[in-house]
Structures are given as structure tokens and as C-alpha cells.
């Protein structure tokens, strides 16, 4: 596949809206269950979720899911890591299997896109784990896509993948994506990596037509072993320029904060909740008068 053709192999996009929009990932609330996560984010205004399938096998009830069915949120993506390498003890069938499951999970909750990992390489030769990877993820887009279902790659930074992932850059996410060659594999972007590569910003609209997901936290230290950071403007990453240049290149999914409750401790979930929602006004505010 060329570069021409991968700016533009996810054509299909979501509401085309003029205005950024924001989701907030269910770090922040990790001791409520999804009824209280459904209840809390509508009491704060919110009009999107993130969410994480773990969770859904620990302690999230079709009680859950009926308040999510009945409320006006929506849900924007669900995070299930692959592990297609067989690192985690998985075989690549099991591991393919269980992502059927998330699949089946995310068309269930009308998820927008499912986020999955690569695995560790464990002993596998790059190439072949490269292999593994694409094999895995062309089998769920295939399924996915009766769900309406968009399937992201995330890559992560060493510091951050430990066994959940050898794709440690954004070009080798890109690799992968090409290969596959599926209109509904794309890219998730975690607002991490510009903390070590700053020069990213500049290089948005090279890969904006092919992210499904935005992630953004801030960060005031070098990021380590969480997704999870500050809340927008308790950092120094430029996130409102992040927003403003996937939302120019195209991009029209949602902008998902990831906030890391334990920061906070001070404030309750849904103190925490109102204040995503006022930092996401501020980031859209920001946006805004940059194009004025």
C-alpha cells in the first residue's frame, strides 16, 4: 500500500462535526462500577466513555450495560490487549479468540473503535512477529466490520510496553497498518510518545487519516508504565495544538483523556469527571481561538 493510499484507507469516518469532541477513559473512575461510571458522567455532562474490557471481567454487570443502553452516552472506543505473540501464555488462536469476545463486547456497548496491543516479541524473530500481528489483526477486522466496529494498533514506548508490546514507534504502528491493508485497521495515537519525540506534532497529517484514536494526557515527568497521566494543562505538552492539528487534517473521532485518579486523591470520581469536562472546554476553547 502507498503513502497516498494510507492517508486515505479510512475514509469512513464518524460524525463530521466543526468541533473537536472528547471522551474520558475510565481510569478516571477506577473504583466505581459501570453503573455509577454511566451516572456520574452524565450528572458531569460528559457525552462519551472509554473503556477497558478488562474491567467488564472483574466487576461490570448487564446491570451496567442497560444503564449505559439507556443513557445518552456514547462509548467511544474499548481497550483489550492482544497479545497475538503468545507471550502472556496465550496461543494465537486463543489470543484471536478472545479478541472475537472484546469484537462481540465492543458492537454490544456500539463502541467506535477497539484498541488492541501487539504482544511482547518474546523469542520470535521481528519479522515473524510482525507476521503475527497482521495475521491477528486482519482476522478481527474481518469480524469487526460487521459491527461497524474500527480496530486500532497502539503502539507503545519501551517505558510503557514491558510484555504488552514490541511496536515501540509510531513508523512500525505504520508498517503494520500497510501490510494489513484493511480499510478498518487503523491507528490508535497516545499523546505519550510526543513527550519523547516532540517532532510528531509536525508529522499529524502524514498519519491523522488513518488514527481511529486520539489519547491525550499531560505530563510534567517523563511518562512511565501508564497511559494514564495529568489532567489537561497540569503538564507541559501542547495538547491543544495536538487537537488542532488532527481536527485540520481530518480527524473526526473522538479525543479520549486519560487521567490517572491516583494523582487526584484529593477529589472524588466525580470531582474528578467535572473537572475533564472543564479542561476539555478549555482545550476546545484554545482550539478555537488558534483558528481566529
Do not use: K
Not at 458531569?44 to 474490557?53: M, P
Not at 519525540?197 to 508529522?203: D, S
Not at 487519516?209 to 501508564?226: E, F, I, K, Y
Request: hydrophobic share 40%.
Amino acid at each position: 500500500m502507498s503513502d497516498s493510499s494510507l492517508s486515505g484507507v479510512l475514509a469512513r469516518s464518524t460524525d463530521t462535526g466543526t468541533r473537536p469532541r472528547f471522551s474520558v477513559c475510565d481510569t478516571t473512575t477506577p473504583f466505581w462500577s459501570l453503573r455509577q461510571l454511566v451516572m456520574g458522567s452524565e450528572e458531569a455532562g460528559l457525552s462519551a466513555v472509554a473503556l477497558d474490557a478488562a474491567r467488564f471481567h472483574e466487576d461490570w454487570d448487564d446491570e451496567g450495560i442497560a444503564a449505559l443502553h439507556d443513557s445518552r452516552l456514547e462509548v467511544s472506543s474499548l481497550t483489550c490487549f492482544g497479545g497475538f505473540t503468545g507471550c502472556d501464555g496465550r496461543s494465537f488462536d486463543e489470543s484471536v479468540n478472545d479478541g472475537f469476545v472484546a469484537v462481540r463486547l465492543a458492537g454490544l456497548l456500539g463502541a467506535s473503535s477497539l484498541v488492541v496491543t501487539s504482544g511482547g516479541r518474546g523469542h520470535h524473530i521481528r519479522s515473524h512477529a510482525h507476521r503475527l500481528v497482521i495475521d491477528g489483526l486482519r482476522s478481527l477486522a474481518h469480524t469487526a466490520a460487521g459491527c461497524n466496529l474500527g480496530v486500532a494498533i497502539l503502539p507503545l514506548h519501551p517505558l510503557l510496553g514491558d510484555s504488552d508490546c514490541f511496536l515501540e514507534s509510531i513508523d512500525e504502528a505504520l508498517d503494520v497498518i500497510r501490510a494489513c491493508d484493511h480499510a478498518d485497521v487503523g491507528l490508535a495515537f497516545d499523546g505519550h510518545w510526543l513527550y519523547q519525540e516532540p517532532a510528531l506534532l509536525g508529522r499529524i497529517p502524514e498519519f491523522a487519516g488513518v488514527t481511529r484514536v486520539v489519547r491525550l494526557a499531560d505530563w510534567d515527568s517523563q511518562p512511565n508504565h501508564s497511559l494514564a497521566g495529568a489532567l489537561p494543562g497540569d503538564g507541559r505538552l501542547p495538547l491543544a495544538e495536538v487537537v488542532r492539528r488532527f481536527h485540520e487534517a481530518g480527524y473526526r473521532g473522538r479525543f479520549e483523556v486519560c487521567v490517572d485518579a491516583d494523582r487526584y486523591s484529593s477529589l472524588s470520581h466525580l470531582e474528578l469527571l467535572l473537572e475533564c469536562r472543564r479542561r476539555t472546554r478549555a482545550v476546545r476553547s484554545a482550539v478555537t481561538a488558534s483558528r481566529g
